[in-house]
């Protein structure tokens, strides 16, 4: 026994509803069979394999670009910082154990 929804009112309903109709609505109960007859139209159809793309063009406002490779920069000096932090540790560390 399981719960289905009422194909008019959404509503609720046990498969087994002794006379096949939906009590909120009164509507037919959908069966198994409609059931997996809406699920294959709504299934997505079979598609090729992916192409490969190759982009040859990019059209971009020169104040954009300026604007996107100045927001790089900035975020490349918290990168750096954190490389600087990141060295020094495990410099100290292969000191600490007399590596280097």
Do not use: E, K, N, Y
Not at 23 to 35: E, F, H, M, Y
Not at 65 to 80: D, E, F, G, K, Y
């Amino acid at each position: 026994m399981s719960i289905i929804r009422c194909s008019g009112c959404q509503a609720a309903i046990q498969d087994t509803a002794p006379d096949g109709l939906c009590d909120a609505c009164r509507g037919q109960i959908p069966t198994v069979r409609d059931l997996h007859r809406m699920q294959d139209r709504t299934a997505t159809p079979h598609r090729p394999d992916p192409m490969p793309v190759i982009v040859t063009d990019v059209q971009m406002p020169l104040w954009s670009l300026m604007l996107l490779m100045l927001t790089w920069a900035v975020a490349a000096i918290p990168a750096v910082f954190i490389l600087i932090l990141v060295t020094a540790f495990l410099v100290g560390i292969l000191r600490g154990i007399g590596l280097i």
